[in-house]
């Protein structure tokens, strides 16, 4: 079976850093997008960052720009989300997630219907 699986997340203050690792499993992902969604209580899980399948092209949500950066790790076939600065808001559930289909564009990359594999999170909470 496919399989991601998030670890790195826990209990931080503001201003400190976190770095998240997406491990899958099952398929390689080599030529398919990945990215990063998050979700808050009582919201809707929302974008955070995404990569192109070979490494080179990122996007970031506007909240995260400057603070997170992406990368990726083909021959290992896993993930990172390196997060500095952390604020409270950013306080979410931390999904990752990947598309099934071959990367040939940017054009949902930042959407999250358009991806086909999820892990099952991991806990980001920023304190004052």
């Known amino acids: 079976q496919v399989q991601l699986v998030e670890s790195g997340g826990g209990l931080v203050q503001a201003g400190e850093s976190l770095r998240l690792s997406c491990a899958a499993s099952g398929r390689t992902f080599t030529r398919n997008a990945m990215g990063w969604f998050r979700q808050a209580p009582g919201k809707e899980r929302e974008f955070v960052a995404a990569i192109r399948w070979s490494g080179i092209i990122t996007h970031y949500a506007d909240s995260v720009k400057g603070r997170f950066t992406i990368s990726r790790d083909n021959a290992k076939n896993t993930m990172y989300l390196s997060m500095n600065s952390l604020k409270p808001e950013d306080t979410a559930i931390y999904y990752c997630?990947?598309?099934?289909?071959?990367?040939?564009?940017?054009?949902?990359?930042?959407?999250?219907?358009?991806?086909?594999?999820w892990g099952q999170g991991t806990q980001v909470t920023v304190s004052s």
């Open positions: 997630a990947a598309r099934d289909v071959i990367d040939d564009s940017d054009q949902y990359v930042r959407t999250k219907e358009e991806y086909d594999y």
